[in-house]
């Protein structure tokens, strides 16, 4: 009897054994549909920036040349020789590098103070911060800071974007030190380290992709600020973003030198996250696997 149920029992699985691929392959399709449309959504743009900064200003409006066009380096010329573009670079990598610096200092050791004694009610003030809009504190901060004489300075674009990078380096570090298990300080306690002396030599070491993580998204956001750095900084102090607004005139926009200025901006950031992918993911993920 078992003999004759063993073919039927085959013959009625065997269309579940096929379906499960099928759904498999639909999914993938899927997935892969997806992957496609969202890197083009990203890629394209960047690339016909890149395309344009090589071309002239007739050339970008001449549909016809959007892929077939003779490539020039007038654009990057005018930019790099014209314009003290360089002098810009410099103001922008002094401003982002100290702000991301100062930030970690403070934020790193305040996150871990919020992560291991559940300061909850600091956490929330620090994440009010982070959701107020800053243009809606350009005004009063603009009347404070020039009635403080430091309206044009780097000093004003420091303070200014460490109100936003602070809350970022804060909860970045708090979902790494709540992955890292209490466990470590008490044996670290044991061993006769103090308090201070077990974060310094055992949880900094370890939380090395962390900082990392807070600081390469720091730097960015400071790197590509535009709105404090319009209102807040000087002729001397102006950074790429807004070096990047003066090629829009009233009477005429310089598209091809505004590509290349663009290019140049981007390049810095595109290298510093191809290398620092891997900090990036392992921060950002660190806090999902706990408990």
């Given amino acids: 009897m078992s003999a004759t149920m063993t073919p039927k029992n085959s013959e009625r699985s065997a269309p579940v054994k096929h379906r499960r691929p099928a759904r498999l392959k639909a999914y993938s399709a899927f997935r892969g ?67 991301t610096g100062i930030s970690l200092l403070i934020g790193v050791p305040a996150a871990y103070s919020m992560s291991r004694f559940n300061m909850q009610k600091s956490a929330l003030l620090v994440l009010l911060a982070r959701i107020i809009p800053g243009v809606s504190l350009l005004v009063p901060w603009y009347y404070v800071f020039a009635n403080l004489g430091w309206v044009g300075g780097y000093g004003v674009l420091i303070v200014s974007h460490m109100f936003i990078l602070i809350p970022i380096s804060v909860y970045i570090m708090m979902s790494f030190f709540d992955s890292m298990p209490i466990e470590l300080e008490e044996a670290s306690l044991v061993d006769g380290l103090t308090p201070i002396g077990a974060f310094l030599r055992i949880l900094l070491p370890l939380s090395v992709p962390g900082i990392a993580t807070a600081g390469i998204l720091s730097f960015i956001f400071s790197w590509n600020n535009f709105m404090f750095a ?8 102006k950074t790429l973003p807004v070096a990047v607004f003066d090629f829009v005139s009233y009477a005429s926009i310089d598209w091809g030198a505004i590509m290349a200025a663009a290019c140049i901006m981007t390049l810095p950031i595109i290298v510093i996250a191809l290398f620092a992918q891997k900090y990036i993911v392992s921060g950002l993920t660190a806090g999902a696997t706990k408990g």
């Fill in 33 to 99: 549909t997806m992957i496609v449309l969202v890197v083009l959504a990203f890629l394209v743009p960047l690339a016909w920036m890149v395309m344009a900064s090589f071309k002239t200003n007739v050339d970008i409006h001449d549909t016809s040349k959007s892929f077939l066009f003779t490539p020039i380096l007038d654009n990057y010329s005018h930019v790099l020789g014209n314009d003290n573009y360089l002098g810009f670079v410099w103001n922008s990598f002094w401003v982002a590098f100290c702000s």
């Fill in 230 to 237: 319009l209102v807040l900084s000087g002729a001397n102090t």
